[in-house]
């Protein structure tokens, strides 16, 4: 095919790609509005990509033809120059025998840049996902879906510790028995909704369906931040839910007169503080920290600049356990703290609907032709009064260390 047909076809297979990408963008924001053909979307997605292969092929062959015609061009170029010494010879001898510059002109290459506004290119049209924190705090505990007309309320029953009390003892003959108390109480947590919305033109949505469908996982992405957020420091006050760090009992370290501590004893005697006199029910499993003290845990050597690892440490892969406790990383931590407890003590209570996606127009949207996308969750934690002992928090992990070196 000739330079010029290679044009035209590429014209006419651009031509065809937008026709069908805008097929395309019209099938995914059916999509969006949850009214896909799935097979017609997935159909135009391979011819979509079918014609861009055919495209790619098309500018293989037009930009080796641009090579072929640069080599021509070279040619008729050293043709130029030799019939210019054939017609003359005498001139060019003369300036040759003389050392005399001799001078010739001729027209430009035809490179690359002769071609103006080119729109041949390779494109690469994937939307990378925006980087974020690894996410921790959802994973830790059980879910539970509450379902319709529950009024958005969990009710329980716990024991009443400030009342409740064992009064076992030993009995002489003809003494009396002592009286234990034991009271529950019932109490109820609401839950709590986390949401983000943006608004987005019809323009938008329709021409540029490949972007709007980016905004939904965008939009969920954010509230998932915001949920590992609030399940680690939220207060508790509506419209906040319950986060882990309002729940944990302190730690308060004692001297242990271990020789350089280190956050794995740290994790040890904090497994210990939880499970003395009670390790019939709780079994810490998971110990919460931010980067900076895991790369303090890991990167700790001894005298000899040997890295160290216990004998009671667990590696798999970038994964540790002390003695049984799954360290985890969250970022959300502040320096110098730590969590550590038995994640089977604490409970997501959440709405079944899951993560609800909607899309609807707000205020004056209706006349400018805008639509608000809007994702929400719908969510708390529950770790029982009675169950506050399955959780402890390291206030300073260097004051503890210095308390149980002593």
């Not at 030993?170 to 108390?181: H, V």
Request: charged fraction near 30%.
């Amino acid at each position: 095919m000739s330079k010029e047909e290679l044009e035209l076809a590429l014209k006419e297979a651009t031509q065809k790609i937008n026709a069908k990408q805008t097929e395309l963008d019209e099938a995914n924001k059916k999509a969006l509005e949850g009214k896909a053909d799935a097979a017609k979307l997935k159909t135009l997605e391979d011819t979509v990509e079918q014609l861009k292969g055919d495209k790619n092929e098309l500018e293989n062959k037009f930009n080796e033809a641009l090579k072929t015609i640069q080599k021509v061009k070279e040619k008729e170029q050293k043709s130029v120059i030799a019939k210019f010494a054939d017609e003359n010879l005498e001139a060019v001898k003369k300036a040759i025998g003389s050392g005399q510059k001799l001078e010739l002109s001729l027209k430009a290459d035809f490179l690359t840049t002769s071609v103006t506004n080119s729109m041949i290119a390779q494109r690469d049209n994937e939307i990378s996902p925006l980087a974020h924190r690894r996410l921790t705090m959802y994973d830790i505990f059980r879910k539970v879906p509450v379902s319709a007309d529950q009024n958005g309320t969990v009710r329980y029953i716990d024991w009443d510790t400030d009342t409740t009390a064992r009064a076992a003892a030993a009995i002489a003959e003809g003494g009396t028995f002592p009286e234990s108390t034991a009271k529950f109480i019932e109490r109820s947590i609401s839950l709590e909704k986390i949401g983000d919305t943006i608004p987005v033109s019809e323009e938008m949505l329709y021409d540029g369906a490949r972007f709007a469908a980016e905004l939904q996982p965008f939009l969920t992405q954010n509230v998932n931040l915001k949920v590992d957020t609030d399940l680690l420091d939220g207060d508790g006050s509506t419209p906040n839910i319950f986060g882990l760090d309002t729940r944990a009992n302190a730690y308060t370290a004692s001297a242990a007169g271990i020789t350089d501590a280190s956050i794995y004893d740290l994790i040890v005697k904090v497994k210990t503080a939880i499970t003395v006199n009670k390790g019939n029910k709780y079994a810490p499993n998971v110990a919460i920290i931010n980067s900076a003290s895991f790369d303090e845990l890991i990167l700790k050597k001894d005298a000899d600049k040997n890295y160290i690892r216990p004998p009671f440490v667990v590696e798999n892969g970038s994964t540790f356990y002390v003695n049984g406790v799954m360290v985890l990383v969250n970022d959300n931590v502040d320096t110098n703290v730590m969590y550590v407890g038995d994640s089977n003590y604490g409970r997501i209570y959440e709405s079944a609907e899951g993560y609800s996606i909607t899309v609807g127009e707000v205020d004056a949207q209706f006349t400018t032709d805008m639509k608000t996308i809007k994702a929400r969750k719908r969510l708390n934690l529950l770790i029982k009064n009675s169950e506050q002992d399955a959780w402890r928090k390291v206030s300073s992990i260097s004051a503890a260390l210095t308390t149980l070196a002593s």
